[in-house]
């Protein structure tokens, strides 16, 4: 079965820390990776995605996202975060069919 | 350059009456994706429109179906509410490319039935 397993659904960091949301995924064909946030109220910004190549990818707001596919994960990480990066994130994946699977989420606070 | 943009926001319902939401793709989007995302939930998807046609469908119930129209608007139309359909309504846009389409999210509709 097709699925998506966000372990965490609540984290909370300082402002200043490091960051690792973790993503786990499971679907049978080449897998298409994606992290999505979302803002109170708002809808879902694309972060990054992965299609094929360099596992490492960067996206906005500088985060980064490395596939492993031993794993069967695409874990999200951010060096420093700011108070601006509280919000609701979401990874995904999708393929072939264009149809995107999402995980619950995990909602992020940040201390000051 | 407009991205994807949803009507109305907010939309109160009582159970048993219809619905219709609605959505403009961003530009040069000709695909249009909706999901639903209950409270506390990842969004489930609901179905695909391309060239007019639904191009696939989620685990959802005929109560829900939709249209394209040639400007690449799309409408989705859920019939008999149920208190459960109460949810944030997504709609995305994208271009088809095998797959590797970058969907792009529009505001959301926030659906409540009472």
């Known amino acids: 079965a097709q699925s998506v397993t966000q372990p965490d659904i609540h984290i909370t960091v300082s402002e200043g820390a490091s960051l690792e949301l973790r993503c786990n995924y499971s679907y049978g064909a080449t897998p298409y990776l994606f992290w999505y946030v979302q803002s109170p109220g708002q809808g879902l910004q694309l972060l990054l995605k992965?299609?094929?190549?360099?596992?490492l990818v960067q996206g906005i707001k500088g985060f980064e996202a490395e596939f492993k596919r031993s794993q069967s994960s695409f874990n999200l990480r951010k060096p420093s975060v700011h108070w601006s990066d509280a919000a609701e994130y979401f990874c995904?994946?999708?393929?072939?069919?264009?149809?995107?699977?999402f995980g619950t989420g995990t909602l992020l606070a940040v201390q000051p | 350059d407009a991205g994807v943009t949803q009507s109305p926001t907010h939309l109160i319902k009582t159970r048993g009456q219809q619905v219709t939401l609605r959505c403009s793709p961003k530009s040069g989007h000709d695909t249009v994706s909706w999901y639903q995302q209950a409270l506390g939930q990842g969004p489930q998807f609901i179905f695909q429109y391309y060239e007019e046609e639904e191009r696939q469908r989620g685990n959802f119930p005929d109560r829900f179906s939709g249209h394209q129209f040639p400007n690449y608007s799309s409408e989705l139309n859920v019939n008999a509410l149920l208190l459960g359909d109460s949810a944030l309504y997504l709609c995305?846009?994208?271009?088809?490319?095998?797959?590797?389409?970058?969907?792009?999210f529009g505001p959301g509709t926030r659906l409540l039935v009472l």
């Open positions: 995904a994946v999708g393929g072939a069919t264009n149809k995107l699977i």
């Open positions: 992965y299609f094929s190549g360099d596992t």
């Open positions: 995305a846009s994208s271009v088809p490319g095998l797959g590797k389409e970058t969907q792009y």
